[in-house]
């Protein structure tokens, strides 16, 4: 019974962030909307994550928080005739873009923290 419900909600998610990514082209949806609605879904079809998965718990806990999080509140940003039709569009039509924008974006994040820790490492290891 959990795991069916559990199932439904990530079918529910997905389905919700693509009728996101059709929601911020809509010229009815406030630009403010459109902001927050293009940040959660560049996040969420992005082919990188920002805590990467191969780190125990923390790696998913960004999945499972950050991205129901976010649809939520874009959900109640959008007006709800807008998400209607967007929802529907997005039961037509599963074909998800992925975002390699956002992903080369938080991989660049990613190589300068690797960066500054290299010199972190480098320049008080000599000090010793």
């Given at each position: 019974?959990?795991?069916?419900?559990?199932?439904?909600?990530?079918?529910?998610?997905?389905?919700?962030?693509?009728?996101?990514?059709?929601?911020?082209?809509?010229?009815?949806?406030?630009?403010?909307?459109?902001?927050?609605?293009?940040?959660?879904?560049?996040?969420?079809?992005?082919?990188?994550?920002?805590?990467?998965?191969?780190?125990?718990?923390?790696?998913?806990?960004?999945?499972?928080?950050?991205?129901?999080?976010?649809?939520?509140?874009?959900?109640?940003?959008?007006?709800?005739?807008?998400?209607?039709?967007?929802?529907?569009?997005?039961?037509?039509?599963?074909?998800?873009?992925?975002n390699?924008?956002?992903?080369?974006?938080?991989?660049?994040?990613?190589?300068?923290?690797?960066?500054?820790?290299i010199?972190?490492?480098?320049?008080?290891?000599?000090?010793?």
């Amino acid at each position: 019974m959990f795991l069916d419900k559990f199932k439904r909600s990530a079918r529910s998610l997905k389905s919700d962030t693509y009728a996101l990514y059709l929601a911020y082209r809509d010229p009815r949806t406030p630009w403010y909307a459109k902001v927050w609605a293009a940040a959660v879904v560049a996040y969420a079809f992005s082919p990188i994550d920002l805590i990467p998965d191969f780190i125990p718990v923390l790696g998913y806990l960004d999945d499972l928080l950050l991205v129901p999080l976010g649809v939520f509140l874009a959900l109640k940003l959008i007006p709800a005739e807008v998400m209607a039709e967007c929802r529907q569009q997005a039961q037509e039509n599963q074909n998800k873009p992925v975002n390699w924008w956002a992903g080369a974006l938080i991989m660049l994040l990613w190589i300068a923290l690797a960066g500054l820790g290299i010199i972190w490492i480098v320049k008080y290891s000599f000090i010793q």
